[in-house]
């Protein structure tokens, strides 16, 4: 993505969201284009939007808003702000990694943080 290797991919590209099962392409693709494309470049403090992303119906006719869900996790996770009903504010930045070791301190970091979301029942 853009150069960078996936290994360098900030932890929070690889998240794990219920919406997901729905589309066949992997997280960390469509997680990282939204970062990319919408989060990175923007100061702390600035508005987030992200596009919605096509995802197939449930045979219930029931479609995820896989926007929202990572949205709502990136809030979980102090990252982003929820301001009002699907408005979102940055609050910490987020950058790719210069070294492996880097990375695998954030997943360290990441899968923590996730872990202590699950004991309070995200």
Not at 9 to 16: A, D, H, N
Not at 29 to 44: C, K, N
Not at 87 to 92: A, F, P
Request: glycine share 6%.
């Amino acid at each position: 993505m853009n150069g960078y290797h996936f290994s360098l991919i900030p932890s929070v590209c690889y998240l794990p969201l219920a919406g997901q099962v729905q589309l066949m392409t992997k997280p960390y693709i469509w997680q990282t284009r939204l970062l990319i494309d919408h989060f990175i470049s923007l100061p702390i403090g600035a508005f987030i939007s992200f596009p919605e992303i096509k995802i197939q119906s449930t045979l219930n006719g029931y479609t995820p808003s896989l926007s929202t869900q990572y949205l709502n996790l990136l809030a979980k996770l102090n990252i982003v702000g929820k301001t009002g009903n699907n408005t979102w504010v940055k609050k910490k930045q987020v950058s790719f990694h210069k070294r492996m070791e880097d990375g695998l301190e954030d997943d360290r970091r990441t899968l923590a943080q996730l872990k202590s979301l699950q004991r309070i029942k995200i």
